[in-house]
């Protein structure tokens, strides 16, 4: 069965007009105070949808706050210096959401006047803007009605159209897409999209679901045969892959700590972070100093002080975290550098590396 032949098998003989009376009032109604509903700016939009992204909405609240405070227009952010941007991301991870971010937005201020584009085929050109965020974009701040078509989006419409099909797969968002099309409002998509997106959030939820309390039960096919907890389909996710490393806290004789930045590309790219290697390069029963040939150091090891675990999607980082002194040796490495306890504030780190700064004493 092609797709807008399933379509409408799903949605044929739903009661469209009904269904947005219900979710719009709702929303309307009982929509959560958030600071970037204060307005339709399509910028202040960009950046809540970006950040939102895996990420639960109390933890965005004060980091969206700072970043629109630090960059309030997009010719802010677009000449902005690239670590002071991820500073103002520090600890809100994925972090090539803010580099694509900033380079987005500057190519919106080169060719657009700095005014996001209203145009999908434009929007969706844009670095890091894909499907859900141009359909919020155009949605929320341009009344266009165009999907947003997200995780909450997906398990609300699973339910209350009894949609089957496993959402780990991208045909399947695709079919959300389309139901989107088919359901959304004309006359208010902005407030249809974020009602999805809130009645996920706050009543549709993926675990305990308060049916009692939704505006739309009425209608929710799954509820109506008792199966709201078995949907919506998901495969499992692989299993994470576990790397132990070692962290060091290597200080010089004027008590500075070195530091290194990651790469320009790949995981956490351009952060900084203490030195850390596979535990696997080193013999730490019989070493008792190792030559950190990188860098043209070689250090004494000290004492384990620490063990930091940190989880991300999709591997787990455990690192044995080690004081080490300068034996001999001088650095020389652009991306490495010795600073003064108290500088390290100024640079930004992965939340696992956070994890070691109170090990650092001034």
């Given amino acids: 069965m092609k797709n807008q032949e399933r379509i409408q098998h799903i949605a044929g003989k739903f009661d469209k007009t009904k269904f947005q009376t219900q979710l719009i009032n709702w929303f309307t109604q009982d929509q959560r105070i958030l600071p970037w509903r204060e307005n339709q700016d399509p910028y202040r939009v960009w950046i809540s ?80 803007v894909g499907p859900y965020t141009k359909g919020a974009i155009l949605s929320i701040a341009y009344d266009q009605p165009e999907p947003a078509v997200d995780g909450n989006v997906m398990r609300v419409l699973s339910r209350v159209l009894k949609v089957e099909d496993d959402i780990a797969k991208q045909s399947t968002r695709k079919l959300f897409e389309g139901l989107i099309y088919h359901l959304i409002s004309k006359q208010d998509p902005s407030s249809f999209n974020q009602g999805l997106m809130e009645l996920g959030a706050l009543i549709c939820t993926p675990k305990s679901p308060s049916c009692l309390l939704c505006p739309v039960q009425n209608q929710c096919r799954a509820f109506a045969e008792g199966i709201e907890t078995e949907l919506p389909v ?129």
Avoid at 75 to 101: F, I, T
């Fill in 49 to 128: 949808e970006i950040m939102l992204q895996q990420t639960r909405v109390d933890t965005v609240i004060p980091y969206f706050n700072n970043f629109l405070t630090k960059f309030p227009t997009p010719e802010a952010l677009a000449e902005a210096d690239e670590q002071e941007v991820l500073k103002a991301w520090e600890g809100l991870g994925y972090y090539s959401r803010a580099r694509n971010l900033q380079n987005a937005v500057r190519e919106v201020v080169e060719k657009y006047e700095g005014i996001v584009p209203n145009d999908p085929d434009l929007l969706g050109e844009l670095k890091g």
């Fill in 234 to 362: 998901k495969s499992s996710k692989k299993k994470q892959k576990k790397l132990p490393f070692l962290a060091l806290i290597v200080r010089n004789e004027k008590n500075q700590v070195l530091i290194e930045q990651r790469p320009g590309e790949g995981l956490l790219a351009s952060l900084w972070q203490y030195p850390m290697v596979p535990l696997s390069d080193v013999d730490l029963q019989n070493a008792t100093r190792w030559f950190y040939g990188e860098y043209g150091l070689e250090v004494e090891l000290g004492e384990s002080i620490s063990r930091v675990k940190h989880v991300f999607s999709h591997l787990i980082w455990e690192m044995e975290v080690r004081t080490a002194v300068v034996n001999k040796g001088s650095l020389d490495h652009e991306r490495a550098r010795f600073v003064d306890p108290e500088q390290i504030a100024d640079f930004p780190f992965p939340v696992s590396h956070q994890k070691i700064h109170t090990h650092i004493n001034p």
